[in-house]
């Protein structure tokens, strides 16, 4: 499958079928989340993977309530907790360098797309998952100052596909030179 072509095929899966997956993928998985580009390449994400039922059932807990996610969360066979290290992305010298402060989430989306995109070109369905009470989840993931949890993704086989949905056409929301030239 090339680039575009997983790119417009991936789909949010929220139900997922009971088969494991092998580790030899997993470090595959893994291998997308190591190879994100970040600031600097200051390398500021951090990954909590968790395979125990109960602690996936856990992590429901902190979801919010009715989250169309917390099935494939309790249920799929890995959760992968997408972490950053803040005040290293975007920074320099201790110092913020742009009037955006602390760019961890930037640099955290790429890498949890990354994770996305690459268990979508192997055959794996995931979610981006981020209503959740991160306080909570910090608190029991035991997560060091400094440390903030970001999203939760749950990864498996996929037990369902939907279909795309609406896209605006690129007209609607590409300006050409300044804002409002299309």
């Given at each position: 499958?090339?680039?575009?072509?997983?790119?417009?095929?991936?789909?949010?899966?929220?139900?997922?079928?009971?088969?494991s997956?092998?580790?030899?993928?997993?470090?595959?998985?893994?291998?997308?989340?190591?190879?994100a580009?970040?600031?600097?390449?200051?390398?500021a994400?951090?990954?909590?993977?968790l395979?125990?039922?109960?602690?996936r059932?856990?992590i429901?807990?902190?979801?919010?309530?009715n989250?169309?996610?917390?099935?494939?969360?309790?249920?799929?066979?890995?959760?992968?907790?997408?972490?950053?290290?803040?005040?290293?992305?975007?920074?320099?010298?201790?110092?913020?360098?742009?009037?955006?402060?602390d760019?961890?989430?930037?640099?955290?989306?790429?890498?949890?797309?990354?994770?996305?995109?690459a268990?979508?070109?192997?055959?794996l369905?995931?979610?981006?998952?981020?209503?959740?009470?991160?306080?909570?989840?910090?608190?029991?993931?035991?997560l060091?100052?400094?440390?903030k949890?970001?999203?939760?993704?749950?990864?498996?086989?996929?037990?369902?596909?939907?279909?795309?949905?609406?896209?605006?056409?690129?007209?609607e929301?590409?300006?050409?030179?300044?804002?409002?030239?299309?």
């Amino acid at each position: 499958m090339d680039t575009l072509e997983c790119i417009m095929t991936r789909r949010s899966i929220r139900r997922f079928t009971e088969e494991s997956i092998p580790e030899e993928v997993l470090e595959k998985l893994l291998e997308a989340v190591r190879w994100a580009p970040s600031w600097a390449n200051t390398q500021a994400v951090e990954i909590i993977i968790l395979k125990d039922k109960n602690a996936r059932e856990k992590i429901v807990e902190f979801l919010s309530p009715n989250n169309p996610s917390a099935k494939g969360v309790a249920n799929a066979p890995i959760v992968a907790i997408i972490c950053a290290k803040i005040g290293l992305a975007g920074y320099k010298d201790n110092k913020a360098v742009t009037n955006k402060g602390d760019w961890y989430m930037f640099d955290a989306g790429i890498a949890s797309q990354n994770l996305c995109l690459a268990a979508h070109a192997l055959g794996l369905g995931s979610v981006h998952v981020g209503y959740i009470d991160h306080q909570k989840l910090d608190e029991y993931l035991d997560l060091p100052s400094g440390v903030k949890s970001v999203e939760v993704i749950p990864i498996g086989y996929p037990a369902k596909i939907g279909n795309a949905p609406p896209r605006r056409q690129i007209n609607e929301f590409v300006h050409r030179e300044k804002y409002g030239n299309c």
